[in-house]
């Protein structure tokens, strides 16, 4: 604190150092000054420097962050790098780990002295608030949170519309039940940490456990961070016998119950 105080009078916010050391003595803030970068306009009166030191008051815009939906871990440590500088994309990775698919895709605004782990607990405790209202049918579904976070990051990647996203889901579902592969592309991009989707022969043998055409089952985690709407969409899947479908060229899909229906689909919308 001493060094705080005499900081500040170097920099004409205050006169007396003693005297803001004293009141924040006085007042039991003296050993719990909250750290970070302040913004100072004018000099200001010793007691509503020590207001300001005490609740962290910075006097600086906060940062606006914006994780769209379907953001991975990796692509929200980048942007948090370039938003503040004072946090590395390592550093978030680090506090992140373990967090895939529950960091909730929103607009943030953060104190420019604000670290990773408490961008983190933010993000997760949106996701708690968002997942609210619908843990109960959650609870009585036959599919654990894990598991339907994780479907909800399939669809988020795999459907362009609410109505897609929902048909996919029961889709997804359904092969499920069925043991059969869900043979997605979209992990694709996860495990090669890239935005492309579309796998070559090579990449569809890859061994990873996120494979989904080489692992039967969900992949072991979530494979980004979905949006509100996919996640009702995992929760509560639109109903059908379908077990196939794809996107032609123009981005309509098409369904199908058996393979050889989603084989005359492949042929009359696919070049």
Known sequence: MPTIAGELA???VIKHPSLLRAVLRLSGKGDSVQTGIYKFDMPENVFSVAYRLAT???????????????????EAAARVASALPDITAEDFLSAAEGQEG???????????????????????????????????????????LADIVTMASLVEKEGRSSEVRHMVAGILWNRLERGMPLQVDVVFGYIFNRTTYSPSLADLKVDSPYNTYTHKGLPP??????????LEAAVH???TSYLFYLTDKNGAMHYA???????????????
């Open 102 to 144: 529950y960091l909730f895709p929103d607009t943030y605004f953060f104190s420019s002295s604000v670290d990773a782990d408490t961008i983190i607990a933010t993000m997760r405790a949106n996701f708690t608030a968002k997942m609210a209202p619908l843990m109960d049918d959650v609870s009585v579904s036959s599919h654990p």
């Open 237 to 239: 899947p639109t109903k």
């Open 257 to 271: 119950t058996t393979y050889a229906g989603h084989q005359a689909n492949q042929r009359k919308y696919l070049p």
């Open 56 to 74: 962290g008051t910075s006097g600086l815009p906060p940062v606006r962050i914006t994780f769209v939906e379907g953001v991975t871990v990796r």
């Open 221 to 230: 985690g979530p494979i980004d961070n979905p949006g509100l709407d996919s």
């Open 10 to 12: 170097d920099a004409h």
